[in-house]
């Protein structure tokens, strides 16, 4: 059984930071590409940031680029995404998703999902 589990959400004021990790079992977890998305109140969910397989390539949403940072650890089975400089804006639940692609850079190229957690950004 696959399981992706977020954790690192909270509470934190403009232009702090956070840090988010997604641990996975129940997969060989180095042979999928790894991605976070994000879904704010009323808003489908929105592509983040994005890691290939072997850590060799990175991709970031414009509205994070600069900001955030996903980088993985194979040997922990787990993705990271460093949030720094947040903005009330960057308030969502927090996903990440696993897809045996190339890249995962939408819903449709994501084949397990976490169940997310909470980042909100106060003013």
């Known amino acids: 059984q696959v399981q992706l589990v977020e954790s690192g959400g909270g509470l934190v004021q403009a232009g702090g930071s956070l840090r988010l990790s997604c641990g996975a079992s129940g997969l060989t977890f180095s042979i999928y590409s790894m991605g976070w998305f994000r879904q704010a109140p009323g808003k489908e969910r929105e592509f983040v940031a994005a890691?290939?397989?072997?850590?060799?390539?990175?991709y970031d949403a414009d509205s994070v680029k600069g900001r955030f940072t996903i980088s993985r650890d194979n040997a922990k089975n787990t993705v990271y995404l460093q949030m720094n400089s947040l903005r009330p804006e960057d308030t969502a639940v927090y996903y990440c998703a696993a897809g045996n692609r190339g890249w995962v850079l939408s819903t449709a190229e994501c084949d397990y999902w976490g169940q997310g957690t909470q980042v909100t950004v106060s003013s």
């Open positions: 890691i290939t397989r072997s850590s060799s390539g990175t």
